[in-house]
């Protein structure tokens, strides 16, 4: 088994370190809850595009670079490494785009992806109600057909992006005599079209970054309809995987994070040294972060666990060891039982390959692994963590 990266990817490592290096912006972009902050990342997806960038995993035809696995976990070692802005359009392009790739007609792929890609249309997601939040199967917004088109009616509540975002994707009720997880249709809408209201919700800092959307008598065609009609559900299921999924919470984002907060102990070590324990916890954040890296199986419940949110608030400067304490405290919670899982699965690893669990070697997730010859052959997607890519397959 050969661990050591190979000289092309190495040069792949240099061209996106050069790139990013010559085009992420040297200030900070606003908070894409704001709409001036929103205009700038949305630049930024443009940018990313502009060097074939944006969605590295996805085939060339559909707006991607076609790179397999390990080249995606390159360059998000990059990115983060570069610290460049956050992904205004995940919603689109970790979300509705892997869905379009599993349930997606060829016409749909061609039409949605390659938009997705290069930063024109920005998605929001319309899920919850104000009688139907984490039970989705209680969603009571309609899309009565007629003809070639679904007549919506009904109200959708913390809708993130959609202040200012081009579309949106959810689940509608097709069959007003349906129950529960029944009858529900999966589709894509226009935000700008006629008998949609975006009403902004604004947070306690200010910022909206979700919104109230009203549909009162909204035609949407038929074919803004992914899979089948009442299929919803099981497409819905597929998309909220792939919110707990890899792409969405790269274990680069949680390491760059850990190097973060360990460049802040060491910055302030001689006032937090005076608790011993603070140390033993920067250690084990650091350790969380590399362990979460590598567990072997799909790990949707752990990062789940992840504070996903943690890079960000992490300071740059403090005035001691109190601000290093609550940054630990509350800005890195992995749970006990997430911690024990993430050391099970590393151990499980070293011993499957060196027969201790004491060795250190490259680490690559499961997850990440080529398919097998059998599923490759009965996942026409092939690999289903890019849900795109076959070449995947000669990832490992």
């Known amino acids: 088994m050969n661990l050591e990266y190979t000289p092309a990817q190495h040069a792949f490592r240099a061209e996106i370190r050069a790139w990013l290096a010559e085009h992420v912006p040297r200030e900070p972009l606003l908070s894409f809850d704001t709409e001036q902050g929103f205009a700038q990342h949305r630049a930024w997806e443009r940018t990313l595009h502009s060097g074939c960038w944006s969605m590295v995993t996805w085939p060339r ?25 956050m992904r205004v359009n995940q919603n689109g392009i970790f979300l509705l785009g892997p ?33 139907a939040g984490s039970d989705m199967a209680a969603i009571r917004a309609s899309a009565i ?89 099981q497409v819905a299921m597929a998309t909220a995987g792939f ?27 001689a006032d937090a040294d005076s608790d011993p324990s603070l140390r033993d916890r920067v250690c084990s954040a650091w350790m969380d972060a590399q362990a979460y890296a590598c567990p072997p199986t799909p790990r949707r419940a752990v990062c789940k666990k992840a504070a996903i949110s943690v890079r960000s608030r992490v300071p740059t400067r403090c005035s001691g060891r109190s601000s290093i304490c609550a940054c630990i405290t509350s800005r890195w919670r992995f749970s006990a039982r997430a911690r024990r899982l993430c050391r099970a699965r590393q151990d499980n690893m070293r011993r499957s390959v060196t027969g201790s669990t004491a060795s250190c070697f490259p680490r690559l997730d499961r997850s990440m692994r080529a398919p097998t010859r059998s599923s490759a052959i009965s996942s026409p997607n092939g690999c289903w963590v890019c849900r795109a890519h076959k070449a995947c397959t000669k990832a490992v």
């Open 243 to 269: 919110e707990r999924g890899l792409m969405l919470r790269s274990p680069a984002r949680f390491q760059r994070t850990a190097e973060a907060l360990r460049d802040l102990y060491l910055a302030h070590r």
């Open 99 to 131: 869905t379009l790739m599993d349930f997606g007609t060829e016409a749909q792929k061609a039409r949605f992806l390659p938009a997705m890609a290069a930063g024109e249309h920005v998605w929001a997601q319309a899920w919850s109600e104000p009688n």
């Open 145 to 233: 057909r007629q003809g070639d088109e679904y007549i919506l009616n009904g109200q959708k509540i913390w809708s993130t992006r959609a202040v200012w975002a081009d579309w949106l994707f959810g689940l509608f009720r097709s069959d007003p005599q349906s129950v529960r997880h029944h009858g529900l249709s999966f589709l894509m809408v226009p935000l700008s079209t006629p008998g949609i209201t975006v009403r902004p919700i604004r947070q306690l800092n200010g910022h909206t970054g979700f919104a109230e959307i009203f549909f009162d008598d909204v035609r949407v065609p038929v074919d803004n309809r992914l899979a089948g009609e009442g299929l919803g559900w």
């Open 61 to 85: 035809e559909l707006g991607g670079r076609g790179c397999d696995l390990i080249e995606w976990l390159i360059f998000e070692e990059e990115y983060w490494r570069a610290d460049a802005p």
